[in-house]
C-alpha cells in the first residue's frame, strides 16, 4: 500500500499524466464528446446521428468514410471511457473560438430531436467547464442553436 501511494506522487511529482487517457487524435477527442452528449440520455434517434454525421464531415473537413470511421472508434471509446477529462485535455490548447464552435457543436447534436435533456445540457456544461469556455459563450453558444442565429 505505502509503494502504491509513493508510486502515485513520484508520478504527480514527475507530471505524468494519471488519468490513463490514450487519445493522441483531437479528432477522435472533438468525436467523443458530440458521441457523448448524443448518448447522455440514453436514447439516440436518426437526428443525433445525422447531425454527429453532418458536424465532423463540417467542423474536420473529413470525407463520409473518414466520418464513419471515426464516429465508430468514439462509439467504442465512449464506451470505456471514465469521465470527460480524457477528451478534454487536449482540447484546451484549441483557440477560444474553436472551443467555442465545438460547445455549440455540441448544442446542435443535443437539440437535433428537438430537446435538450438535462442530462445533454449537464454533458455540455460539464465539458465547456474542463474547456474553459466562460459561461457567457455556453449561454451564447445554446441560444445560437436555440434561437436559429449565429
Not at 2 to 23: M, Y
Not at 90 to 112: D, G, H, K, P, Y
Request: hydrophobic share 40%; glycine share 4%; charged share 25%.
Amino acid at each position: 500500500m505505502f509503494n502504491a501511494i509513493t508510486s502515485l506522487f513520484k508520478h504527480l511529482l514527475d507530471g505524468n499524466d494519471l488519468s490513463g487517457s490514450n487519445i493522441q487524435n483531437p479528432n477522435l477527442a472533438i468525436a467523443c464528446l458530440l458521441t457523448e452528449v448524443a448518448g447522455a440520455d440514453h436514447q439516440i434517434d436518426d437526428a443525433e446521428r445525422e447531425a454527429k454525421q453532418h458536424l465532423i464531415i463540417t467542423l474536420l473537413g473529413l470525407d463520409e468514410a473518414q466520418t464513419t470511421q471515426l464516429l465508430a472508434e468514439a462509439e467504442a471509446k465512449v464506451q470505456d471511457a471514465s469521465s470527460l477529462y480524457e477528451f478534454t485535455t487536449q482540447l484546451r490548447e484549441l483557440s477560444q473560438e474553436t472551443r467555442f464552435t465545438l460547445i455549440r457543436s455540441m448544442w446542435e447534436v443535443a437539440n437535433a430531436d428537438g430537446e435538450i435533456d438535462p442530462l445533454e445540457d449537464a454533458v455540455i456544461r460539464k465539458t465547456a467547464e474542463l474547456l474553459y469556455v466562460d459561461h457567457s459563450e455556453f449561454i451564447r453558444a445554446k441560444l445560437s442553436v436555440l434561437g436559429g442565429k449565429e
